[in-house]
């Protein structure tokens, strides 16, 4: 999501106004004889000055992703509609499992064999009828196959996409039955709640502009609507 803007910098500055003196022109009466010489003063104020910047700027969403898998499968249900808000864990987009479903009852079988033999051993150790470094190996393998249930039940969960954060869903670039893999793009994801703006201004700017100044934003889209907000960060 991408929009030019024209953003205004406000900056305000204290200035106090110089006293204005002047001379009146001397009466002939007076021409240099020693003559009191007129002077017109005034009263010095503090008034603000406001001076503007202008820059062209690009507005951003406050957060964007391109929605992609993380594994390789079949879409077998798509469960938001383009343009819809969703919110943060969601269910997006549901992928083909039961090949991944299959490794990980043949990981959690492992780990309950490995683990039951690991505790028969263990018992046996006061009578010392195994070694220990047979029951480190034992303990390892168990250690092991908890790794492997670990990695299937990551693997699984990889197929059900959710949204990152709350927003707005774009236009979706799959159907039911299609191929993705990580290259694929399924869609978009926007967080429009705040509009961040990138414009640049010229370097000897760069003393005068400070974090929490305003800025007033005009775009061509909005011809009659004025953004404000503020500086938060300046690279």
Do not use: W
Request: hydrophobic share 40%.
């Amino acid at each position: 999501m991408m929009q030019i803007f024209k953003s205004v910098i406000t900056i305000f500055v204290s200035l106090g106004l110089l006293a204005a003196c002047g001379d009146e022109p001397q009466s002939p009466a007076s021409n240099g004889r020693g003559g009191p010489t007129k002077v017109v003063t005034q009263r010095v104020e503090l008034q603000p000055l406001v001076d503007e910047i202008e820059a062209l700027g690009t507005a951003r969403a406050n957060e964007s992703i391109e929605i992609q898998s993380r594994v390789s499968s079949l879409v077998t249900r798509i469960a938001f509609k383009e343009g819809q808000m969703v919110h943060q864990g969601d269910l997006l987009i549901e992928l083909e499992n039961s090949e991944i479903v299959a490794g990980l009852v043949l990981a959690e079988a492992s780990l309950a064999e490995s683990q039951s033999l690991y505790n028969r051993s263990k018992s046996l150790e006061s009578t010392q009828a195994i070694s220990a470094s047979n029951l480190d190996e034992l303990l390892a393998q168990v250690k092991v196959n908890k790794a492997r249930v670990e990695a299937a039940r990551a693997r699984l969960q990889n197929t059900q996409i959710r949204a990152p954060f709350s927003g707005r869903v774009g236009l979706r670039n799959v159907s039911p039955g299609s191929f993705v893999d990580s290259s694929t793009i399924i869609s978009t994801l926007d967080d429009v709640s705040k509009i961040k703006l990138n414009f640049s201004v010229p370097e000897t700017f760069l003393m005068v502009v400070s974090e929490g100044m305003s800025i007033r934003a005009e775009s061509i889209v909005f011809p009659d609507r004025i953004f404000e907000g503020t500086i938060t960060s300046i690279d």
